[in-house]
């Protein structure tokens, strides 16, 4: 596989305008000026997500025999955040820029480089006046200088002023700088990510609850009722898809890292190695199995494989519990970033609310007449990332040539599959001043609608509504024309070759649920 580190044909900024002419996905809040970290999905993002976590849910749950779905609260005791280990650990270091900005930044994002100090003197009336206050750090004085016209010079007052940049002698070193103003870094502290409310009308610290950072804790506690109910034995999972809120210190790259989204995680019970028998799985080929098999849903769905790639976290890097954890990487248009985490946990969680709780989790395996704590395979995929990443995977833009002339046009294309496809059809009358074209149009999209999700439009010139599906993704755009009358045929448009095939109209609701099932 050719290990690219760079996209050229697709930038995010691309991606996000697309989404912002479309209403597919927008900023949260965007009346009121926009809430920092927090992204809404318009009529088409809505069905394109609901269909990422369709897909999930079918070959995570519906198409296994092993697998339970279970949709678990938002609002968790607090003790399963202190068993969990997220009140002590939930944490990323933080530092601020001493700079005009005051950014904040994650520590462990910002590397430290070499950096010297520059001092500004007005100039403006010939003798230099050194400038009070002025504590600009930066690696060049090309660097500084920009630091100074997008920040200082506002901050000291000293629009319209002269001025001349001098680096301080000896003054040297090595930091951590801010990117953005070059102003110093305060030593990172730890903060804590969870976000809390109060519960009941008294707002006192007893009523303090957090909003789950994760969806798998609801999972961990629900493990033996679950278990119990779906009559279960080992190895079994639980997958659940919902609402998790993170209060991320910089939330950034559109819907990449934001404070409120969503995830789709399952937790894999599973037989320790010790306990399994007769040529059964053990828990590291399980890890094994769910690397390979999240990788592939992936490209099931159309991601091209050599936009992703394991990245295995070194052992010395584990957490204390882990066997095991690997991050798919996806080839995002910022580089390559996790787009879904596989860990092996062990018997870490179960462990830990037992003891919180008081609780006996552990299992009874009749085949070997033991308890035990069963160890857990976890696959925790977010579905804001990959919205995006198949986003980014199907976007393209092409040349066409139509007409005698050979006239060319641009046209963007989603190519997605057809099962994350927002809309499956779109019929179009080719005049809308026509009655009768319209009517058996819109009968047509209603009986398509009772099996799919169809659209009728009639706003704009055909070429228009071609090219307004095709940014959309819609992989398949039925004509009704004035032959359809006479022939009772209708004319089918293929997204993505743009070839046209005539249909007979009563045709058309098999035709489409065959080649959207194809
Ligand atoms: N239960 C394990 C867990 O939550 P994680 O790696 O912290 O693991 C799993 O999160 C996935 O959730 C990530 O791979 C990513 O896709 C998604 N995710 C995490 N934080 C996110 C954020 N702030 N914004 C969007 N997606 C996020």
Redesign the pocket.
């Known amino acids: 596989m050719a290990d690219k580190s760079q996209r050229s044909d697709v930038t995010l900024d691309t991606i996000v305008s697309l989404c912002k002419r479309r209403g597919i996905i927008f900023p949260g809040s965007e009346i009121y000026g926009g809430l920092q970290g927090t992204f809404d999905y318009g009529p088409i993002g809505a069905e394109l997500k609901r269909n990422v976590k369709d897909a999930w849910w079918r070959s995570m749950v519906q198409e296994r025999f092993d697998i339970e779905g279970v949709d678990t609260c938002v609002l968790l005791h607090p003790s399963v955040w202190k068993a969990s280990g997220h009140v002590e650990n939930f944490t990323d270091p933080l530092c601020d820029s001493l700079g005009p900005s005051r950014k904040r930044y994650r520590a462990d994002h910002i590397e430290e480089t070499e950096c010297s100090l520059y001092r500004i003197a007005d100039v403006t009336d010939g003798e230099p006046k050194p400038v009070e206050g002025a504590e600009i750090w930066a690696p060049a004085k090309k660097k500084a200088k920009e630091f100074y016209q997008t920040w200082w010079e506002k901050h000291l007052g000293l629009e319209g002023r002269r001025v001349k940049l001098e680096e301080v002698e000896g003054s040297a070193t090595t930091g951590r700088f801010s990117p953005d103003d070059g102003g110093r870094l305060t030593d990172p502290r730890m903060f804590n990510l969870m976000l809390s409310t109060a519960l009941g009308p008294v707002e006192d610290s007893s009523a303090r609850v957090f909003l789950r950072p994760?969806t798998?804790q609801g999972i961990f506690i629900a493990y033996e009722t679950a278990r119990a109910a779906a009559r279960r034995k080992l190895p079994f999972g639980l997958a659940q898809q919902g609402k998790s809120f993170?209060n991320?210190i910089t939330?950034r790259n559109f819907?990449?890292?934001?404070?409120e989204?969503e995830?789709m995680?399952m937790e894999f019970f599973c037989k320790p190695e010790e306990f399994c028998r007769n040529g059964e799985r053990t828990d590291m080929e399980w890890f094994d199995y769910w690397r390979n098999s999240r990788l592939d849903w992936y490209v099931r769905y159309g991601i091209d494989r050599d936009h992703l790639k394991f990245y295995d976290h070194p052992k010395e890097k584990l957490s204390h519990y882990s066997r095991g954890t690997t991050d798919i990487e996806y080839l995002y248009p910022i580089g390559w970033q996790?787009?879904?985490?596989i860990?092996h946990r062990g018997n870490y969680d179960l462990s830990q609310h037992m003891e919180h709780s008081g609780r006996d989790l552990r299992y009874f395996d009749p085949q070997v007449e033991q308890h035990y704590v069963p160890y857990v395979i976890?696959p925790?995929?977010?579905t804001?990332?990959a919205v995006l990443a198949f986003l980014c995977d199907a976007y393209r833009e092409e040349v066409v040539t139509r007409g005698d002339e050979g006239k060319e046009s641009r046209r963007v294309v989603l190519g997605l599959h057809n099962d994350l496809a927002p809309i499956k059809a779109a019929v179009l009358p080719l005049l809308q001043n026509r009655p009768d074209l319209v009517e058996m149009a819109r009968k047509l999209a209603a009986d398509l609608k009772r099996h799919t999700n169809a659209v009728y439009d009639d706003t704009g010139a055909i070429g228009k509504l071609y090219r307004r599906q095709d940014e959309i993704g819609t992989p398949y755009c039925i004509t009704v024309d004035v032959d359809s009358l006479e022939d009772q045929a209708v004319t089918v448009r293929h997204r993505d070759t743009m070839e046209q095939e005539r249909i007979g109209a009563d045709r058309i609701v098999g035709w489409v649920r065959e080649h959207l099932s194809a």
């Open positions: 994760e798998a993170r991320e939330p819907i990449f890292r934001t404070r989204f995830q995680e996790e787009l879904e985490g860990a976890e925790a995929a977010g804001d990332r």
